[in-house]
T-cell receptor, first 114, second 112 residues
Framework: DAGVTQSPTHLIKTRGQQVTLRCSPK?????VSWYQQALGQGPQFIFQ???????QRGNFPDRFSGHQFPNYSSELNVNALLLGDSALYLC?????????????FGPGTRLTVL | GNSVTQMEGPVTLSEEAFLTINCTYT??????LFWYVQYPGEGLQLLLK?????DKGSNKGFEATYRKETTSFHLEKGSVQVSDSAVYFC???????????FGQGTTLQVKP
């Protein structure tokens, strides 16, 4: 079992650019959630995808958007990057109702905005 | 709204010392509770969980008990090792939404 995988590992962008991050969930999981973790902080929920639709959304602007594909993999897109978007972006997968909504995390993508 | 509060770190202990990291929560309903651990440069790993009041989660010598009366989920370990040095996050999950809400994290440093 490969677990949750994310790509790329690191990314450097400049302000105003756009970025796409990718995530493949753990085998058997159909729900993907994205979190932003700023340095020294706990992860903050961005949104969750299930059955190719956004099911839940946190307090993030519309510059943050996502997509889920039929194979359950997911993308996170961020437009018009700001310096404050620099963070570790974590993807987590789960199977609803199982394990008390336990989520399994990938290693993250470290985004640096210059 | 739902929230999680952890004791501030860093926590510095000698090897074989007893560890307690406090965690309290505010939530409507009956959330599931989790402890995650993050080693330097890595993502989050689930350490233990509890899904209902009075449940005790345990793993790798760590334990935490879901206390509804005190809305707490304190993490304990009887004898820490240098390899336990990491950042520990307490989190709750709303059973309806599945969204995780994290505390700010507590850094643990164990010295030989």
């Amino acid at each position: 079992d490969a677990g949750v995988t994310q790509s790329p590992t690191h990314l450097i962008k400049t302000r105003g650019q756009q970025v796409t991050l990718r995530c493949s969930p753990k085998s058997g999981h159909d729900t993907v959630s994205w979190y932003q973790q700023a340095l020294g902080q706990g992860p903050q929920f961005i949104f969750q995808y299930y059955e190719e639709e956004e099911r839940q959304r946190g307090n993030f602007p519309d510059r943050f958007s996502g997509h889920q594909f039929p194979n359950y993999s997911s993308e996170l897109n961020v437009n018009a990057l700001l310096l404050g978007d620099s963070a570790l972006y974590l993807c987590a997968s789960s199977a609803p109702g199982q394990g008390g909504n336990e989520q399994f995390f990938g290693p993250g993508t470290r985004l640096t905005v210059l | 709204g739902n929230s999680v509060t952890q004791m501030e770190g860093p926590v510095t202990l000698s090897e074989e010392a007893f560890l307690t990291i406090n965690c309290t929560y505010t939530a409507t309903g009956y959330p599931s509770l989790f402890w995650y651990v993050q080693y330097p440069g890595e993502g989050l790993q689930l350490l233990l969980k509890a899904t209902k009041a009075d449940d005790k989660g345990s793993n790798k010598g760590f334990e935490a008990t879901y206390r509804k009366e005190t809305t707490s989920f304190h993490l304990e370990k009887g004898s820490v090792q240098v390899s336990d040095s990491a950042v520990y996050f307490c989190a709750l999950s709303d059973k309806n939404t599945g969204k995780l809400i994290f505390g700010q994290g507590t850094t643990l440093q164990v010295k030989p």
